[in-house]
């Protein structure tokens, strides 16, 4: 329950309420993370919280964490500045099935701050970009002022090897591009049930519904994996705040596959 | 008549001597004490100190004590505590944060474990220790100071003679008999012409206790006694939990008993607060005045409070009838998948210390259809 001492080094803007920051240890690291799991980052006084790891670690690169100022702790966080000292807990929780996925089409869909955690998955597959079939990377967010990573985005976009589709909720006047619910974007993209694995992480409703397009689409349950959030204390199974039914998410989530979740996600109020 | 080997018979006057034996053996010990009304667990030095001759009235929402046998040690059952205060303490102090310059530092707090006895714990409340081992000992990151208490503590487990009308242990086979876990079993034997206490000693700290108590063997007929309190107590328990619940109640999340259980339910959090197994924990976080040291304190938490379960934008438990039902199906039905148990061993404390009353066996049975 100890966290190590970090620092920021460096701070982007992403959105109004949106930051980027890479953190560097005092002294010693956390164990290296993989994609999709998250840390427990501690803003001093103010308390701490579950986030995900937002860059494709190793190889010399930061701890990059990608926070929306919602509440006390986030805020707090996204206050720091370069040279700010902070504490990190982790890694934690389990990771994108991106080992399983090789050889396989990777359709990736993202809502709002939930393409956060899926950033190191899309990162991995553009580095290890043979070892995958056909990659479509979907996302959507409120207005074109809250799409995170838009210059990454773009650079995408321009690759021939990846499919990107970026749509709003609501559009402002310079904006050209789709307008609706990520999910509608999802006709667009060539689905083999066979040899497809399918990463979403967004609002709990969008995963519902993109789940089940998916499933009627004739995706096995077990291919699409979901990325759950719940209040969370430790991380480590003792406080009790983030089941969901008999999973504990911060241990045996928060990327799932469908086929274990998915009848609990259904549950109102669980 | 022959000796039962591994049992022996102390008298009341020289199971007196347990507590300084206790004492001597470098214990502070813990037990049964009456304090506002109720038997709850604090320091015991001697026998002065036990509710002797006192007996408990429970029942849903309701509890009071009133005189019972004369010279009875144990006539009484489980109190609003148990021994989870002891193994991990309603509030504890974390972590203190410094700030040094813009770095900081992380400081875990000096912790002693004190050496404990825990004098006169039921089978239930053994059982529920045991519960707990699997959330916060077992685990791949045990808490290193539950794990400390736990293996400085020493058991002197009761056997139960006179359970509460709130009681089930029978059917969710944790007493009332003790079978395993204990430093030392006692079981009371009172009637009009006797008074003795059998004793098992369940491990090597155990068997010098009973070493240095005046003792002798016990014969069948003192053994076939102590047994008969047990089988007594069985016939006694008229509760029972329905058996295998575990897949079954989150399966009816949709039931309309859930609904009518909320509408009784007050949300106080009054069933998670005196159970024995429930483990839920928040964290507070503070800032002393000249803002250069954070202290973060953990403190007991409650599935029923609104923000256990609170995300950005609302708690997903927002009302009474899904936090009624978390607690239920995480004690009885989900508790199987995460620890392979169930989480509930049967105390009744849920039932005595709920103000309107609600009772969980009658809830599950319901919800379950029947039992
Ligand atoms: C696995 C996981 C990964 C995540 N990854 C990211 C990510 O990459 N980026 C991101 O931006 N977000 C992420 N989140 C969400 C992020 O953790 C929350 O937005 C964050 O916890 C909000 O904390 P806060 O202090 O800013 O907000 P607040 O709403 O102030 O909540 C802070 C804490 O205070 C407590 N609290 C607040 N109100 C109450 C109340 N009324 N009663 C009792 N307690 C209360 C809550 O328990 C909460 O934990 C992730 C969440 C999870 C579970
Ligand atoms: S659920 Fe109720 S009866 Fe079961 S262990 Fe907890 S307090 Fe005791
Ligand atoms: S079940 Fe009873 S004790 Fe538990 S929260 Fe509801 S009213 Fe309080
Ligand atoms: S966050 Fe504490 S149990 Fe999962």
Redesign the pocket.
Known sequence: MTPLPYRVTAKRRETPDTWTLDLEPVSEPIATPRPGQFTMLYAFGRGEI?ISVSGLPGDGAPLRHTIRAVGNVSEALCDLAPGDGLGVRGPFGTCWGLDGAEGRDVVIMAGGIGLAPLRPAIEHVLVHRDSYGRFAVLVGCRTPGDLLYAGQLESWRGRFDVEVEVTVDSADPGWHGDVGVVTSLLPRIPVDPDNIAVMMCGPEVMMRFGARAMVERGVAEVDIEVSTE??????????????LGPK????DGPVFPLSQVGPLLAVRSL | MATVPGCFVVTPSDLSALFGILDELGYRTLGPTVRDGAIVIGEISGISDLPIGITDEQGPGRYRLRDGVAGAWFGFAVGPQSARAHLSPPERPLLEIRSRGPTLEFVEPEHHTERTALFGIRPCDLAAMEVQDRVLARGPHPDPRYVAARDTTLVVVVNCGVPADTCFCPSTRTGPRARSGFDLSVTEVVDQTDHYFVLEPGSEAGVEIVERLEHRPADRAEVNAALATTEAAVEAISRSLPEQLNGRLLAAADHSRWDEVAARCLSCGNCTMVCPTCFCSDVRDTTDLAGDTATRVQVWDSCFTLGHSHLHGGSVRADTRSRYRQWLTHKLDTWWDQFGQSGCVGCGRCITWCPPGIDLTVEAAAIVGGG
């Open positions: 579950p719940r209040n969370m204390k430790c991380a480590i199974g003792h406080c009790g705040h983030c089941q504990f998410i911060c241990a």
